[in-house]
Every structure is written in structure tokens, then in C-alpha cells.
């Protein structure tokens, strides 16, 4: 899809690069209230899925989601940086290209800025499945109290069980090829009980990320039993604030290994951040429940608004 010539609208969009990270993470990080999508990595990696391209003009950041686009409509996330004019700039743009617009993944308090702006213009609906949830780091790296004993006795069962046989330490780019390979194996081995597509564009997102470790300001940890590789999983700073967890992959045949890697990936990556950001559970029965299920301090709601004709 074109963008519009300078000088129509002021917006010219170019495709997200692992370049642009230290210009969208002042704006994200300041406006993006701890969203995964409001992130320079997902913007990056996710380009197969959404096609972000920006924009950065007078003191704001805009985001087209161009792979979204059709049906009438030019979608976009919500401007940073610019309030009011920040909405009406991007309103301006759809005008230039003959479509109306529609924002995906705006946060509440997004939601209502628009409205307020725009009064009545637009059809807001909450989306549950793109919800995030956002976890407290102190629980998530260790497990306190009683309502999260249960936890706690599985991490303590699995160490009594591998001992030193296990070792979980931050990723080196030395381990990186053997986490591609286990990523691989676990794409091949849950294809039949998973969606296979996106499974498969999934994989090609962690090998991207993995080219672009250091450039994208990934940390992580790897899990190895024996020497071998049996999980991993990393993520991002999207603030001084939260922490965002983008992969994880385990050996389903262990027992408790996901708990055990969920709690020394924060105790080696986010300790320095209030909240860990799970993503959404994109409506799947069995990844709500089990994110649930660890009790989130709270769900970071997310809604479409869609221009009315």
C-alpha cells in the first residue's frame, strides 16, 4: 500500500526496522501504558502478521498497521505524543487515501481520548481475547503466599527431582542456534493440537528475533537438563515500569518446567520492573485459563473503534 506524497497530509509511513527501536521506544515507553503491542520489538517481528510502518512528525509517533488495511477502512494504533491532534492527523490521512479509519488495539484510556475528541464518531467494542495480562514481579519470581503455594511446591518438586542436572541461565548468543533447533522440534511436535499457521509464523518471528537479539534488547533465559536444551524464554523492557514476556517454549514432558522457567526469567530479567506483561490469550480457552489461573494483578483491556460512514 502507498503512502500519501509529502505534503498532503504530513504522514509518511516507512516500514519498522530494528534501527528505528531507540526512536519508538521514548514514545511507546511514555504513552503506551505497558502494551506489548505499543512496543519497537513487536512492531519489528511482527511485520509478517500486521505490517507496521511509521511515522514521526512534529513531536508525535504515528503507526499504520498495513497489512489490516482493506474492507473500507485504514487501520492504524493509536498516535502517540499529540493528544486530540494527534487523531485528528491520523483522520486526515484515511481522508487522503479515500477510507475511513479504524484504530486496533487501543487501550482504555485511548478509547476514551477518542471519543472525547471525535464525540459519537466512532463504534467502540471492547476486544477480551487481545486483553493483556499484567502480573506483579515480586509474585511471578517467587511464588509467595497461600494462594500460590501450589506453585511453589512444583518449582521446589522439580529441582528436588533434576538437581543439578539443571541449569537455567541468561542467553548467550552461543545458545542461540539450539534455541532455533528446540523451537523447531516444538513447532513440529504441537502442530497437530495447535493452530499450524500460526505456530509456523510464530517460528519464523523467534528466528527473527534471534537475528536481531542485541539490537532489539532481548533477555532471556535457557533452561538445559544434561547439557541439552528443554526451554527457553525472553523478552523486553517496554518501560522503566513493565516488562514484556514475548516467547516461552518447554518441554511439555517435564514436569513444572514452565513454572520454573517463568520464575527465573523474572528473577534474571524484570526484576527491575513493577509488572510482567503475559500478551493476550487471543480467546483460547485453554491459555486463559492457565493465565488466569496465576492470578494477574490486572487485565490491560483493549478495543477496536471503527469510523462510522
Known amino acids: 500500500m502507498n503512502s500519501p506524497e509529502p505534503g498532503t497530509t504530513g504522514l509518511v509511513f516507512t516500514p519498522v526496522t530494528p534501527g528505528d527501536y531507540d526512536r519508538i521506544l521514548p514514545f511507546t515507553s511514555a504513552y503506551g501504558e505497558g502494551s506489548c503491542q505499543l512496543s519497537p520489538v513487536s512492531m519489528f517481528s511482527q511485520a509478517e502478521k500486521y505490517g507496521d510502518a511509521v511515522c514521526f512528525l512534529d513531536g508525535a509517533m504515528y503507526t499504520l498497521r498495513e497489512n489490516l488495511c482493506g474492507?473500507?477502512?485504514?487501520?492504524?494504533?493509536?498516535?502517540?505524543?499529540?493528544?486530540?491532534?494527534?487523531?485528528?492527523?491520523?483522520?486526515?490521512?484515511?481522508?487522503?487515501?479515500?477510507q475511513r479509519v479504524k484504530f486496533e488495539s487501543l487501550t482504555e484510556a485511548q478509547a476514551v481520548r477518542l471519543e472525547e475528541a471525535f464525540p459519537g464518531r466512532f463504534e467502540i467494542t471492547e476486544d477480551r481475547d487481545l486483553a493483556e495480562y499484567m502480573y506483579r514481579t515480586e509474585v511471578m519470581a517467587a511464588f509467595p503466599g497461600r494462594k500460590q503455594r501450589k506453585r511453589r511446591y512444583e518449582v521446589n518438586a522439580f529441582r528436588t527431582v533434576y538437581g543439578d542436572r539443571a541449569a537455567v541461565r541468561l542467553i548467550r548468543p552461543e545458545d542461540r542456534a539450539e534455541i532455533l533447533?528446540?523451537?523447531?522440534?516444538?513447532?513440529?511436535?504441537?502442530?497437530?493440537t495447535h493452530d499450524a499457521e500460526a505456530l509456523e509464523r510464530?517460528?519464523?518471528?523467534?528466528?527473527?528475533?534471534?537475528?536481531?537479539?542485541?539490537?532489539?534488547?532481548l533477555s532471556g533465559?535457557?533452561?538445559?537438563?544434561?547439557?541439552?536444551?528443554?526451554?527457553f524464554s525472553y523478552g523486553t523492557k517496554l518501560s522503566g515500569v513493565h516488562y514484556d514476556t514475548i516467547a516461552e517454549?518447554?518441554?511439555?514432558?517435564?514436569?513444572?518446567?514452565?513454572?520454573?522457567?517463568?520464575?527465573?526469567?523474572?528473577?534474571?530479567?524484570?526484576?527491575?520492573?513493577?509488572?510482567?506483561?503475559?500478551?493476550?490469550?487471543?480467546?483460547?480457552?485453554?491459555?486463559?485459563?492457565?493465565?488466569?489461573?496465576?492470578?494477574?494483578?490486572?487485565?490491560?483491556?483493549?478495543?477496536?473503534?471503527a469510523e462510522k460512514e
Not at 71 to 97: E, I, N, Q
Not at 207 to 216: I, P, T, V
Open 221 to 231: 533465559v535457557v533452561l538445559r537438563i544434561d547439557g541439552a536444551v528443554k526451554g
Open 71 to 98: 474492507g473500507g477502512f485504514r487501520v492504524y494504533l493509536a498516535p502517540l505524543g499529540k493528544g486530540a491532534a494527534g487523531y485528528a492527523a491520523v483522520l486526515s490521512d484515511a481522508r487522503a487515501h479515500g
Open 249 to 305: 517454549k518447554a518441554d511439555r514432558n517435564i514436569p513444572h518446567i514452565y513454572k520454573v522457567l517463568r520464575l527465573e526469567a523474572t528473577r534474571q530479567c524484570a526484576m527491575d520492573c513493577r509488572y510482567v506483561n503475559y500478551e493476550e490469550d487471543l480467546g483460547i480457552p485453554g491459555l486463559r485459563y492457565i493465565k488466569t489461573a496465576y492470578r494477574p494483578e490486572y487485565l490491560l483491556r483493549k478495543f477496536i473503534a
Open 181 to 192: 533447533s528446540f523451537a523447531h522440534e516444538w513447532e513440529q511436535e504441537n502442530k497437530s
Open 202 to 217: 510464530e517460528s519464523r518471528m523467534i528466528a527473527k528475533q534471534m537475528d536481531h537479539y542485541d539490537e532489539l534488547h
